[in-house]
C-alpha cells in the first residue's frame, strides 16, 4: 500500500539547519509531485511549496522560498526538504504529502517534529 | 496576500447535518481552485476527504461531500457521527501556490 515515511525528530540550534526525509512506496514516485506542509503548536497548516518527483523542479511558497530546499532522489524514492537559518518561529509539525497530478492530494506522511530551542 | 476563510467552529448534533464552508479573498471559489477538504483528530496527520471540489478517495464515508455553495467551497457531513469530531481544513489552488483556509473545528455534542 502507499506510504510516506518521514525521518525523526529533530532539535536544532536557531540558526541551524534541518533536512527531513519523506520516503515514498508503494506507487511510482515519479508520477505525483511532494508538496510539504508544517503546521506550528495549536496552529492551521501552512504549504511551504512542493516539487516534481519526475523533473526535479521545485516551487516554493513566497514566505519560505529564501531558506527552504527541496530535492529528491528517484533511485531511492525519497523526497527531501532543508530548511536554513531557523528560529524559533521554525518549530513545527512538518509534514510531506503527494499530489496526483491535477489537484488530488492524498496520502501523508506521520509527520516529523521540528524543535527549535 | 491570499487569505482562506473557514468558520472557526461549529457543532452538530450526532445524527444531524453540518455544512463547513471555504472563501477567498479574491473572490468567488470556483472548480479552478481544485478545493480540496481533509480531517485532522488530535495528535494525527492529516487524512484526505476531498478533491476537486467534490470528489471523494475511496476511503470517504459516504456522509461526506464537497460542492460549491455559492461563492464558497463546501463540505456538507450527513448523520454525523461521535467520530466525525476533528478540524477540517480547505485548501485552495492559486496557480502555482496552494493555500490553506483557517480550519474549522467540529464539535459533536
Known amino acids: 500500500q502507499v506510504q510516506l515515511v518521514q525521518s525523526g525528530a529533530e532539535v536544532k540550534r536557531p540558526g541551524a539547519s534541518v533536512k527531513v526525509s519523506c520516503k515514498a512506496s508503494?506507487?511510482?514516485?515519479?508520477?505525483?509531485?511532494m508538496h510539504w506542509v508544517r503546521q506550528a503548536p495549536g496552529q492551521r497548516l501552512e504549504w511551504l511549496g512542493w516539487i516534481n518527483a519526475a523533473s526535479g523542479d521545485p516551487n516554493y511558497s513566497q514566505e519560505f522560498r529564501d531558506r527552504i530546499t527541496f530535492t529528491r532522489e528517484t533511485s531511492a524514492t525519497t523526497a527531501y526538504m532543508e530548511v536554513r537559518g531557523l528560529t524559533s518561529g521554525d518549530t513545527a509539525m512538518y509534514y510531506c504529502?503527494?499530489?496526483?497530478?491535477?489537484?488530488?492530494?492524498?496520502?501523508w506522511g506521520q509527520g516529523t517534529p521540528v524543535i527549535v530551542s | 496576500q491570499t487569505v482562506v476563510t473557514q468558520e472557526p467552529s461549529l457543532t452538530v448534533s450526532p445524527g444531524g447535518t453540518v455544512t463547513l464552508t471555504c472563501a477567498s479573498s479574491t473572490g468567488a471559489v470556483t472548480s479552478g481552485h481544485s478545493p480540496n477538504w481533509f480531517q485532522q483528530k488530535p495528535g494525527q496527520a492529516p487524512r484526505a476527504l476531498i478533491y476537486n471540489t467534490g470528489n471523494k478517495h475511496s476511503w470517504t464515508p459516504a456522509r461526506f461531500s464537497g460542492s460549491l455553495l455559492g461563492d464558497k467551497a463546501a463540505l456538507t457531513l450527513s448523520d454525523v457521527q461521535p467520530e466525525d469530531e476533528a478540524e477540517y481544513y480547505c485548501l485552495l489552488y492559486y496557480g502555482p501556490v496552494w493555500v490553506f483556509g483557517g480550519g474549522t473545528k467540529l464539535t459533536v455534542l
Open positions: 504529502t503527494r499530489e496526483r497530478w491535477g489537484g488530488r492530494w492524498e496520502s
Open positions: 508503494g506507487y511510482d514516485f515519479t508520477n505525483y509531485a
